[in-house]
């Protein structure tokens, strides 16, 4: 029997873990070497450990799906091994732990990937092509609009009610990150947080506006307390918690056409003006499973077929500017914060 082309650790088996560990059982090359948790017993046949130090077994790669703001300690020791690493999104909560990661992963010589899963589905990948490509002109702006209710249960992970837990660094990184890929990077962010929903001791919504590089500008209301149908994972079903919803949340708007995302719904361009009807043309485009296309991804990089298509530095790009959102909140006066690249 040929050897697996690679042995995964998965580090931290909370929502995120477990769903990583599904997609390597189920994968038809990848292995599942062993689990770290301190706390959870899973009961999956492999070998589990409380600790990285206490990890006994052949392992080529590491998944780090630990809270936040363990990252850090644990991609560096991870590294420290000679592991490949996937590191969970965000890659840290801090520009200096993330720094720390990144030459950590440069001092061992090990490929570090991290974990914005939705940069591997083939519509966002098909949505950049089209973008760049002036299938809506220049782009002049764009609205996005993520609106789920997490269930109270969702809470009972305590680190998720403390500093970095609440949907800025959870959800809205998502949309950050997507937006730079998509449109390009953002040069100026204004941002109002509010926890009057859940009375929470973290914001359950945020609002911002945004101005990009290329002088487009964009909107963006994101909530984890309110009850719609519009969302990223709603429109495209990549999360089997979250039913289908409304399509196209985003909406690109350009000089020759506009985009709805990530439906792929093109406004064409024979129209000119407002007066004109525009035609309507849906592109197609395949959907797959984001954290497969993911995995399939990290198995090439580990076996040296392939670079990490989001490196350290492209998330800590994207880490600075869901800072600056909540530096952005925390500034009383109305007046643009901009983002430090």
């Known amino acids: 029997m040929s050897r697996p082309s690679a042995e995964i650790l998965v580090i931290g088996a909370g929502v995120m873990g477990q769903r990583h560990i599904e997609r390597i059982r189920a994968h038809p090359t990848a292995r599942l070497a062993g689990i770290v948790d301190p706390v959870r017993d899973l009961g999956v046949g492999v070998p589990q450990f409380r600790s990285i130090a206490d990890v006994n077994c052949l392992v080529d790669g590491a998944i780090i799906a630990t809270p936040n703001d363990t990252h850090a300690d644990a991609a560096i020791e991870a590294a420290a091994h000679g592991w490949g690493i996937l590191v969970e999104k965000p ?40 973008l760049s490509s002036g299938a809506i002109g220049r782009i002049v702006g764009v609205q996005t609009l993520w609106g789920m209710r997490k269930p109270d249960a969702y809470f009972e992970a305590r680190w998720r009610v403390g500093a970095g837990g609440g949907p800025i660094l959870q959800n809205l990184i998502h949309e950050i990150d997507l937006l730079r890929f998509l449109i390009g990077d953002i040069k100026d962010i204004q941002a109002i947080a509010s926890n009057d929903a859940r009375q929470g001791p973290v914001e359950d919504s945020v609002s911002l506006s945004l101005r990009f590089a290329s002088g487009a500008l964009g ?97 800590l790009a994207t880490l600075r500017a869901t800072l600056a959102v909540i530096h952005a909140t925390q500034t009383s006066a109305p007046e643009i914060s901009a983002v430090k690249q």
């Open 219 to 315: 909107s963006v209301l994101l909530t984890d307390a309110g009850l719609s149908p519009w969302g990223f994972e709603a429109a495209i079903g990549e999360n089997p918690e979250v039913a289908r919803g409304a399509p196209d949340p985003w909406h690109i708007l350009g000089t020759e056409g506009s985009l709805g995302f990530p439906d792929l719904t093109l406004y064409g361009r024979a129209g000119q003006s407002w007066s004109d009807t525009l035609p309507v043309k849906p592109q197609p485009a395949e959907s797959v499973d984001p954290f497969v296309a993911q995995l399939d991804h990290f198995l090439d990089v580990l076996a040296g077929k392939a670079s990490p298509s989001v490196t350290g530095e492209d998330a």
């Open 91 to 130: 890659i840290a909560t801090s520009e200096q732990d993330a720094k720390r990661i990144i030459e950590a992963a440069t001092r061992a010589d090990v490929p570090l990937l991290i974990g914005h899963h939705r940069r591997h589905h083939p519509r966002v990948q098909r949505a950049r092509d089209m």
